[in-house]
């Protein structure tokens, strides 16, 4: 929500808006303060069980908007009032052992922070019904206007190359993303520039997403090249595991024969017909063909092993590539949140530049904006509040500029 504050130059704007500032909150605060306190995550709440010490104590809620209490466990607190929760520990006590009373309240209230165009951005303690404008004046009103002294078009033109700077950074990110994205789905690399991005020239652009291209094709070739070698080995296990089967199955045959032999002339050296001279010498040819089998099973066993590695190397390749891109692209969604930031904050920066170029009389109207980030639903999403809406614990207040004039908006 726009809000225009009225200013005089830099330092009698300031004084003039702690005075307005001053009388607006004495007809305000009432009303803002009414209503029972919700409570929020990072606050910490003092639990008082009279009747058994060993149930009290200070208790901090976390991000996930609950409390880890004795025999109850994680209670959901975010957004209740005090009433509401201790009821619901007083019921839930009441279970396990009669006759206690519960006690609840707020030791201590997550810390507000207000950053953007203050004299002092910063961390500042909460107080249950503080407003917008209240926080605005504890972060000292309006930051003061470009020093007297510094030129206010080469900062301009500064602010402009840093945009421009920043434009070509975050389009490399978002180039590079796209590459990632490909790399973890497995598909081909494609980037179409997208307008919210802020593409710089086409010249850019095509030269940005060539070298990454070149990238993804070499790290897909060099991915392909040691998988398709493993595959060879492989290829080259499997068929020597199959060879050595089939020659197992052969020795096999042979020691049944060899058996049958020994038998036929343990028999024959019973009746006296053969000399045991014989019999001793098929008893050795089993002993060696036994050796045989028992070196042919270390060969198999051996061999089997080695396919079980090739394997594992195989799955491990294959997901090595889609974790790399993993990683990476987590990285590179941080980098870029970072790079429309730094977006904001420059185009915010060039709009102050903008108004005190435009100043010739040291008197206008300058609009500001007031939002919160604050945890919704366990993420945190930034929402408009106006100067009389209320500021929640946890909160993050910016205050920005707000340019009415196309004037400045063209500068």
């Known amino acids: ?17 702690a005075a307005v500032l001053g ?5 305000l605060t ?17 639990i ?13 809620v976390g991000a996930d908007g609950t409390i880890g209490y004795p025999l109850l466990g994680n209670l959901p607190v975010a957004g209740k009032g005090i009433e509401d929760i201790r009821k619901v520990i007083d019921d839930g006590l009441k279970v396990h052992v009669a006759n206690l009373s519960v006690a609840v309240a707020v030791e201590i209230y997550a810390p507000v922070y207000i950053v953007g165009e203050v004299q002092k951005p910063g961390k500042y303690e909460f107080r249950p019904g503080m ?20 030129s206010g078009s080469t900062r301009l033109a500064s602010l402009r190359q840093e945009y421009a700077d920043l434009g070509v950074q975050l389009l490399a990110q ?34 940005v997403v060539e070298a990454e291209r070149t990238l993804y094709e070499l790290r897909r070739e060099a991915v392909e090249t040691e998988l398709n070698s493993l595959e060879q080995q492989r290829v080259g296990f499997v068929e020597e595991i199959d060879t050595l089967e089939k020659s197992g199955k052969l020795r096999d045959g042979e020691l049944a024969l060899l058996n049958e032999d020994v038998k036929v002339a343990s028999a024959m050296v019973e009746r006296g017909l ?25 060969f198999l066993a051996r061999a089997r092993q080695n396919l079980t590695v090739i394997d594992g190397r195989l799955v491990s390749l294959r997901g090595q590539r889609r974790g790399d891109a993993a990683s990476e692209l987590r990285e590179v969604n941080i980098d870029i949140l970072r790079l429309r930031r730094k977006l904001a904050y420059t185009v915010q920066s060039m709009a102050e530049a903008g108004i005190a170029l435009q100043k010739k009389d040291g008197s206008r109207q300058i609009a500001f904006r007031f939002s919160a980030i604050r945890l919704v639903d366990g993420k945190y999403q930034e929402v408009e509040v106006g100067q009389t809406d209320p500021v929640l614990a946890g909160d993050i207040l910016r205050v920005s500029i707000v340019l009415a004039e196309e004037a400045i908006a063209r500068r």
């Open 174 to 207: 978002d180039v590079k993303r796209a590459r990632l994205e490909a790399e973890l789905d497995g598909r081909p690399f494609s980037y179409v520039a997208r307008d919210e991005i802020g593409t710089p020239d086409a010249r850019i652009v095509q030269q």
């Open 30 to 46: 009432g009303e803002a303060r009414g209503g029972e306190y919700p409570v929020a995550s990072g606050d910490v709440l003092r």
């Open 131 to 150: 407003i917008a404008l209240e926080l605005f004046a504890l972060g000292g009103g309006q930051k003061e206007a470009i020093a007297e002294g510094e």
């Open 274 to 298: 053969t000399s045991k001279t014989q019999l001793r010498e098929k008893q050795r040819e089993i002993s060696s063909t036994n050796r045989d089998v028992l070196e042919f099973g270390s």
């Open 1 to 17: 929500m726009e809000q225009a504050i009225p200013t005089a130059g830099p330092r009698r704007g300031t004084l003039r808006f």
């Open 48 to 60: 008082t069980v009279y009747g058994d010490n060993g149930l009290s104590g200070s208790f901090p």
């Open 23 to 27: 009388a607006l909150l004495l007809a």
